[in-house]
């Protein structure tokens, strides 16, 4: 069974999820729709789009032509005040993007927009259930966690996986590993802390103090214990994430107990992995005529 995907946010993530299909050789995923509001991007193949600034991910695997053009999107409040000099916009409407879903056959929608779009995951939330696909919420928006879009997807046997992908190896799932790990062998634990820099777009976007709160609440949410988290834009980073984790906490008889750690990731790759298996997982679930929230194991902060 192939699956039909469209992606929304033609930035980093997209750019190892597109490299890691070919150079995988993944024959059961398709990508069949793009949207973007960058006027660099719209209107490109797909294999170009990924690489226009300021995308700077790393380039594993050429790509050839894919036979799919960026289409434009309606940009909502897609960009923060940081990201917005760095992006020339060209948009359209929510019924362009549901139209531009139906006349391609798109089957499964992938969200990678900026983090703090609300509104934006919520358009595109819409223009899934309008054109009967499934709806994959990588990002901090509440969409799957929300009574209200998880009604509707459920209603409407469309599965919806969300909210916050984790990355297959990143700093959430190593604290939670950690937490995990002093728990079970009666450790008591107090603060701690995740501080992380990076020189992509996203992380320009979380200068934003609006756009880091809803990635505080996910993270906090995906850690297991009461964590700090703090972002800092550092650009000569590319798409490298630098993690420090620190976990304090208390043994037998009182004794302290304090973890730190450092970690160094190329981000978007390191999502990539999972962003594919919620693809197949999604895909799997509409040919079964399954809908409503699922992926649990997959999300930062999923549906209760």
């Not at 699956?3 to 050789?25: F, R």
């Not at 990201?83 to 139906?102: I, K, W």
């Not at 043994?251 to 981000?267: H, R």
């Amino acid at each position: 069974m192939v699956t039909n995907v469209g992606i929304v946010g033609i930035g980093n993530c997209a750019s190892s999820l597109v490299q890691g299909v070919l150079h995988h050789e993944i024959g059961d995923v398709r990508f069949t729709s793009a949207f973007d509001v960058h006027a660099g991007k719209v209107g490109r193949d797909l294999a170009e789009a990924i690489w226009v600034p300021p995308n700077n991910a790393r380039r594993f695997r050429e790509v050839p032509a894919l036979g799919v053009e960026v289409s434009a999107g309606p940009l909502a409040d897609g960009l923060g005040d940081g990201s917005a000099t760095h992006v020339p916009v060209r948009e359209d409407t929510l019924e362009a993007v549901v139209e531009r879903l139906r006349d391609t056959g798109t089957g499964v929608l992938v969200n990678f927009l900026p983090s703090g779009s609300q509104r934006g995951a919520e358009l595109y939330a819409e223009a899934a259930l309008r054109a009967g696909c499934a709806y994959v919420n990588c990002m901090p928006a509440v969409i799957a966690r929300s009574p209200f879009w998880a009604r509707r997807f459920t209603e409407a046997g469309l599965p919806l996986i969300g909210d916050d992908l984790k990355s297959s190896f990143g700093a959430t799932l190593v604290q939670r590993a950690l937490v995990d790990a002093l728990t079970a062998n009666g450790v008591r634990l107090g603060d701690s802390y995740q501080l992380l820099a990076g020189g992509n777009m996203d992380f320009l976007n979380l200068e934003d103090p609006s756009r880091m709160a809803g990635k505080k609440a996910s993270k906090a949410a995906g850690a297991g214990a009461k964590t700090h988290v703090g972002a800092s834009y550092v650009p000569f980073l590319e798409d490298r994430k630098v993690a420090f984790i620190r976990l304090e906490g208390e043994a037998f008889g009182g004794s302290p107990v304090e973890i730190e750690l450092k970690m160094v990731v190329e981000d978007s790759p390191s999502a990539a992995g999972n962003v594919l298996e919620a693809v197949r997982l999604a895909g799997a679930a509409m040919a079964e005529g399954r809908g409503g929230p699922m992926g649990a194991h997959l999300m930062k902060a999923p549906a209760p």
